[in-house]
């Protein structure tokens, strides 16, 4: 039973336009969303959060928008750039069964930014 | 990077045989994770720690066992490796801000193929 869905394996845009990243969960219980970014042979890099009582986070140029009643969350990168080209997982927090943070990943999306 | 280290990098064994990972960081934080990176699976959590001696499970533990004998070192192994666990294994630790906010970073992996 996946959780947090991302329900497009791959992206393409081109430089200068926006990219629009999408994720979808199940459990109402998540209380905290994150991105992450992942180039090939690296560790996951932590991008942008949000908590489930904001609407909207933006650090540059990405910003994250979470709608509640929809379970949905979305990642826009603007203007994209070819170094955007990577894996994007979003990820959800829950408290564990021991009271205690843990993390539900989605599948990823891979994005390609065309020059 | 946060200063996570993982050990080793690369390792082939064979079916059968015991496999330890090792994750190391230097900055004392109370929460690491080892996750599996798979094809059209993402990130998945097989264990957890949220402070020393004290674990929990994930959504993919069969078949694997972890330690936290001390705060900076966090162990994760197969008893008995099968081909169905070659994988990219990443440790991951949480770093807890103000305001509820947090930031999960990981360590570069360790690429495990079971023949």
């Known amino acids: 039973d996946q959780q947090v869905k991302q329900n497009s394996p791959s992206l393409s845009v081109q430089e200068g336009r926006i990219s629009i990243l999408n994720c979808d969960y199940t459990n109402s219980m998540f209380d905290y969303f994150l991105w992450y970014k992942k180039y090939p042979a690296e560790g996951p890099t932590f991008l942008i959060s949000?908590?489930?009582?904001?609407d909207k986070n933006e650090d540059g140029r990405f910003t994250v928008f979470l709608n509640k009643s929809a379970k949905h969350l979305s990642l826009h990168i603007v203007p994209s750039q070819p170094g955007d080209s990577a894996v994007y997982f979003c990820a959800a927090r829950i408290f564990g069964a021991s009271g205690t943070y843990k993390y539900i990943f989605g599948t990823g999306t891979r994005l390609k930014v065309l020059a | 990077d946060a200063g996570i280290t993982q050990s080793p990098r690369h390792k082939v064994t064979e079916t059968g045989t015991p496999v330890t990972l090792r994750c190391h960081q230097t900055e004392n934080h109370r929460y690491m994770y080892w996750y599996r990176q798979d094809p059209g699976h993402g990130l998945r959590l097989i264990h957890y720690s949220y402070g020393v001696k004290d674990t929990d499970k994930g959504e993919v533990s069969d078949g694997y066992s972890v330690s936290r004998s001390k705060t900076e070192d966090f162990l994760l192994t197969l008893e008995s490796a099968t081909s169905s666990q070659t994988s990219v294994y990443f440790c991951a630790i949480t770093q807890l801000l103000a305001g509820g906010r947090n930031e999960q970073f990981f360590g570069p992996g360790t690429r495990l193929t079971v023949l």
């Open positions: 949000i908590s489930s009582i904001k």
